[in-house]
């Protein structure tokens, strides 16, 4: 069974950074893809970063040139670094995994971006 663990969440001023991490307890070479989702109150839930198996990444509009998302095989996590953020990026973020048929998803992380 397929778990993911996330951390790296907390309240930071607007401007400040932090990076999430996301550790599975399968190889994510497993995956085709693995990437961050977040979903604001009221809100639906939206695509933040993703990586493929080949290293091919895809970024939301709003985070592009603020958040890196990078992949630690040998560790099984993926992570997102995320700088000058902002008021509207306070969500709880998600970790995702998935191959073909199956989706897998944390528990999420609740990030709070003060102005």
């Known amino acids: 069974q397929v778990h993911l663990v996330e951390s790296g969440g907390g309240l930071v001023q607007s401007g400040g950074s932090l990076r999430l991490s996301c550790t599975a307890s399968v190889p994510i070479v497993s995956f085709n893809t693995v990437g961050w989702y977040r979903q604001a109150p009221g809100k639906r839930r939206e695509l933040v970063a993703a990586?493929?198996?080949?290293?091919?990444?895809n970024y939301a509009e709003s985070v592009k040139g603020r958040f890196t998302i990078s992949s630690d095989n040998a560790k099984n996590t993926v992570y997102l670094q995320m700088n000058s953020l902002k008021p509207e990026d306070t969500a709880v973020y998600y970790c995702?995994?998935?191959?073909?048929?199956?989706?897998?998803w944390g528990k999420g992380t609740l990030i709070t971006v003060s102005s």
């Open positions: 990586i493929t198996r080949g290293g091919s990444t």
């Open positions: 995702n995994m998935g191959v073909v048929g199956s989706a897998y």
